[in-house]
Nanobody
Framework: QVRLVESGGGLAQAGGSLRLSCAASGSTLSFNAMNWYRQAPGKQREFVATLTSAGETNYADSVKGRFTISRDNAKNTVYLQMNSLKPEDTAVYVC???????????WGQGTQVTVSS
């Protein structure tokens, strides 16, 4: 079982930036995809961004142009650079990995991001 540990969350002002990290216990090169999701209070978990093993990325419309997903294979870490933050970005951000040809998945515990207006 792959273990994922998020960090980098915290409090930011609207218009500010944060960078989230997701450190994996296994090699990120072996993952089919690594995603970020978020869940705001009282809302369902929603997709934020994905990065496939081929290097393809995709984003939710709500974050497109503001967030960037990337990875450092040497550090087995995936990042989510969040710029131009808005109060509606406030949520717990959770890292997800799919591997073994998408037959297995792992979730992190999440990191809180709070954006003040």
């Amino acid at each position: 079982q792959v273990r994922l540990v998020e960090s980098g969350g915290g409090l930011a002002q609207a218009g500010g930036s944060l960078r989230l990290s997701c450190a994996a216990s296994g090699s990120t090169l072996s993952f089919n995809a690594m995603n970020w999701y978020r869940q705001a209070p009282g809302k369902q978990r929603e997709f934020v961004a994905t990065l496939t093993s081929a290097g393809e990325t995709n984003y939710a419309d709500s974050v497109k142009g503001r967030f960037t997903i990337s990875r450092d294979n040497a550090k087995n870490t995936v990042y989510l650079q969040m710029n131009s933050l808005k109060p509606e970005d406030t949520a717990v951000y959770v890292c997800y990995a799919a591997y073994n040809n998408y037959r297995l998945t792992s979730w992190g515990q999440g990191t809180q991001v709070t954006v003040s207006s």
